[in-house]
């Protein structure tokens, strides 16, 4: 599957965007109930969530700073995952948290992969 090399930049630039974009989406949900409505009340921890999603899916998406704004998205849903799901059952699928688990380790890879081509700053 050698042919498929040449597609690997352009392919992780995709999922660096794709990931930012889907992290902004759950923040602007929090936020602003768009694109639907968030179904739970917002307290202190849900809003910080959501600042953290917007600015750091923003910043992903974008290239700019995201090796910063990746790895505090990273911690954030870390986070996520044991205080809301990971006490609930040992294993994500069974305890909602797979959505968590594969944001953090996915944006742990951009983190220290970096932004790759097509970015506003290379940090």
């Known amino acids: 599957m050698t042919f498929l090399n040449k597609y690997s930049d352009v392919s992780y630039v995709a999922l660096r965007i794709v990931a930012g974009f889907l992290f902004l989406c759950h923040g602007t949900q929090k936020l602003v109930s768009y694109p639907t409505e968030f179904s739970y009340p917002l307290n202190t921890m849900s809003t910080s969530a959501g600042i953290i999603e917007v600015l750091a899916g923003s910043l992903i998406i974008l290239g700019f700073y995201s090796r ?3 790895f505090i998205a990273s911690g954030t849903m870390a986070v996520a995952y044991w205080m809301v799901h990971g006490l609930n059952h040992p294993f994500p699928i069974a305890n909602g948290g797979e959505l968590s688990a594969l944001y953090c380790f996915c944006f742990l890879y951009i983190a220290t ?11």
């Open 113 to 123: 992969k970096g932004p790759g081509k097509f970015n506003l700053n290379t940090r």
């Open 68 to 70: 910063i704004a990746a």
